[in-house]
């Protein structure tokens, strides 16, 4: 209600100014054939302040109830009765307040059915702008109901998509926990410190909020030092990034399941050492982040699927930026490569 009522506010004024400007012409015209000012002003002001305020019910009563389609009969039924209300108000008063003028007697008796018309047409003309402005108005509070359904399951989704990353990694960390309690506790208890931080960090962040790359990393950090935990020496990370990307934006949470679908590939099936490289660089003012991890097609599971996290990640992205090419990857000489590009939005 308070939302509608700057434009209800304004929607008044116009219409009370356009009544204003036909008192004005009904002024005129009674002057340009012969009456004084006098009697001109109050034909007009008597005739038209009585109409606007009849008009004036009628557009409010409007604005609270909304006639269905099939009420124009009941429509054109009202305004006759109100043109034939006003004409006998009008007929009644007018003698007392201009007295004296026999040539606008004879002129107001002669033009009775012609008023009516006028009063029919002006009624006629109020019903149909607060039709009209009432239906703009319903349809603009719909589209804005419409976005916002469409922007509360956007974020439930991306929420939903967000959360479904969280319990692989969560369930291989406890496993490790309770790996390391019997013969590793300083180990163990480390680690669950280190879990705590990440989760907390993870807790705090939304889609909505935009991180810099150098907090993303700061989080990522977090999370490759617990899984360096579980695999030892075998894991070794690489960062390759420009002073300039540090400040750059994108949402949070999305090199984490890309790292860990790297962590999966590149360790399951091997028991050597791996290094996961991690490059960040600016390409026509946009961030781009490749993460490389070791693939070997012959010796790799095929039932681990295409990739853990990665389809929910492009659906997020799809999401945030409704865009399909910001996410890619692609296998070179034994690596597997996933590109990820984030739009700068000015």
Known sequence: MNNNAPSLRGYFIGYSLLWLLWMGLHIL??????????????????????????CLIITNILRIYQPGKNSSKYLVFWCLIFGIFWLLIVQFIMPFCITNDSAFTELFQATLLLRFVLALFLIGGSILMMWVWQNSLNQKEENQRHYQSIQLAKDA???SLRQQLQPHF???????????????????????????DFLRGTLKKDDATLTTLAEE????????????????????????????????????????????NAIKFGLYDTIGAVT????????????????????????????K??????????????????R???????????????????????
């Open 170 to 196: 969560l369930f291989n960390s406890l496993n490790s926990i309770s790996a390391l309690a019997g013969s590793k506790p300083l180990e163990a208890r480390q680690m669950i410190q280190q879990l705590s």
């Open 276 to 303: 996961i490289s991690i490059k960040a660089q600016v390409l026509n003012n946009e961030l781009v982040v490749e993460i490389m991890n070791p693939f070997d097609t012959e010796n790799s599971s095929t039932s």
């Open 29 to 54: 015209i009674l002057t340009n054939n012969g009456f004084s000012i006098y009697t001109a002003a109050a034909d007009s002001i008597i005739s038209n302040t009585i109409l606007y305020f009849i």
């Open 324 to 346: 399909q090419d910001l996410l890619k990857t692609r296998s070179d000489n034994k690596q597997f490569i996933t590109t990820l590009t984030i739009p700068q939005l000015a």
């Open 217 to 260: 990393l700061t989080h990522l950090k977090l999370y490759l030092d617990i899984e360096k935990v579980r695999f030892g020496y075998r894991l070794n990370t690489t960062f390759d990034k420009t002073d300039t990307c540090k400040t750059l934006l994108m949402p949070p949470l999305l090199l984490q399941p890309i790292v860990e």
């Open 305 to 322: 699927g295409v990739g853990f996290g990665l389809s929910s990640l492009q659906r997020r992205l799809y999401l945030i930026y409704n």
């Open 157 to 159: 989704e991306l929420a």
